[in-house]
T-cell receptor, first 113, second 113 residues
Framework: AQSVSQHNHHVILSEAASLELGCNYSYGGTVNLFWYVQYPGQHLQLLLKYFSGDPLVKGIKGFEAEFIKSKFSFNLRKPSVQWSDTAEYFCAPPRRGYSTLTFGKGTMLLVSP | DADVTQTPRNRITKTGKRIMLECSQTKGHDRMYWYRQDPGLGLRLIYYSFDVKDINKGEISDGYSVSRQAQAKFSLSLESAIPNQTALYFC????????????FGPGTRLTVL
């Protein structure tokens, strides 16, 4: 069965710290990989996505992610977090055999000022 | 995102009641989705529709039904609500293939007593 694993459920950082959130998935076929973000009290919105080409993709607000096919990973990074990055982050690889996504359980990031 | 609207935004109901959650979109997208979000479990797909005549079960469809009344409207029904259906429900839309971004509505918070 398709699975996606986000390694950290809660992360607490101080402003200016570097961030890396792990995401591993089990589906080995053609991949369209997404990271979505949910700010407190809001709906999900796209942070970035990988479809093809350069495995290092850049998204909004200084976020980036690297697709490593051999490791089935799509980790999210940001060199220096801000208080406004406090949110829940979801990795979403494709659901095997379907044209839909499987969302990870999410990582709650709290950035202290 | 005002392009995807959900009604009601909050609902409290009792066990055994029939509930309908509605979703409308003005984005002109062909694909629509219903998810539920539970703390620590991420988003799970309930039903999805790739066009008006296409309805598909998602990961957790038991206890739910849907209706795609028009390209712009996709309703989720709980025929006989139970307490473990208490959750935050999101509608989403997308255009074309799985590589395209999903746009989420603001969510409906449902409480079943």
């Amino acid at each position: 069965a398709q699975s996606v694993s986000q390694h950290n459920h809660h992360v607490i950082l101080s402003e200016a710290a570097s961030l890396e959130l792990g995401c591993n998935y089990s589906y080995g076929g053609t991949v369209n990989l997404f990271w979505y973000v949910q700010y407190p009290g809001q709906h999900l919105q796209l942070l970035l996505k990988y479809f093809s080409g350069d495995p290092l993709v850049k998204g909004i607000k200084g976020f980036e992610a690297e697709f490593i096919k051999s490791k089935f990973s799509f980790n999210l990074r940001k060199p220096s977090v801000q208080w406004s990055d406090t949110a829940e982050y979801f990795c979403a690889p494709p659901r095997r055999g379907y044209s839909t996504l499987t969302f990870g359980k999410g990582t709650m990031l709290l950035v202290s000022p | 995102d005002a392009d995807v609207t959900q009604t009601p935004r909050n609902r409290i109901t009792k066990t055994g009641k029939r509930i309908m959650l509605e979703c409308s979109q003005t984005k002109g997208h062909d694909r629509m989705y219903w998810y539920r979000q539970d703390p620590g479990l991420g988003l799970r797909l309930i039903y999805y529709s790739f066009d008006v005549k296409d309805i598909n079960k998602g990961e957790i469809s038991d206890g739910y039904s849907v209706s795609r009344q028009a390209q712009a409207k996709f309703s989720l029904s709980l025929e006989s609500a139970i307490p473990n259906q208490t959750a935050l429900y999101f509608c989403a839309t997308s255009y074309g293939g799985a590589e395209n971004e999903q746009f989420f509505g603001p969510g409906t918070r449902l409480t079943v007593l």
